[in-house]
Nanobody, 121 residues
Framework: QVQLVESGGGLVQPGGSLRLSCAASGSIFSVNTMAWYRQAPGKQREFVAIITSGGRPNYTDSVKGRFTISRDNAKNTVYLQMNSLKPEDTAVYYC???????????????WGQGTQVTVSS
């Protein structure tokens, strides 16, 4: 069983910063990509950022230059540093990880429970 536990959400003023964390735990052989998605009220879940096991990041255009994704492979943890936050960044942020449970096992997708980020004055 694998669990993804997110933390770091909250209320912040426009222009402020937050750092999200997501730790994967359980019987894990390896973690492939780790990513962040978000879902605003009344909207579909959307991709925010992804990072490979080798540390290569990719971002959706709306957060480029403001958000930074990083990971600590020893801790199976992914981070999302969010700067210059805007009201339109308000959403529930979900962590995603592709996990291999045993050697030569099938990579499996896991999701966290979500953490609320609210950007408002």
């Amino acid at each position: 069983q694998v669990q993804l536990v997110e933390s770091g959400g909250g209320l912040v003023q426009p222009g402020g910063s937050l750092r999200l964390s997501c730790a994967a735990s359980g019987s894990i052989f390896s973690v492939n990509t780790m990513a962040w998605y978000r879902q605003a009220p009344g909207k579909q879940r959307e991709f925010v950022a992804i990072i490979t096991s080798g540390g290569r990041p990719n971002y959706t255009d709306s957060v480029k230059g403001r958000f930074t994704i990083s990971r600590d492979n020893a801790k199976n943890t992914v981070y999302l540093q969010m700067n210059s936050l805007k009201p339109e960044d308000t959403a529930v942020y979900y962590c995603n990880a592709v996990v291999v449970l045993i050697r030569f096992g099938t990579p499996t997708n896991y999701w966290g429970q979500g953490t609320q980020v609210t950007v408002s004055s």
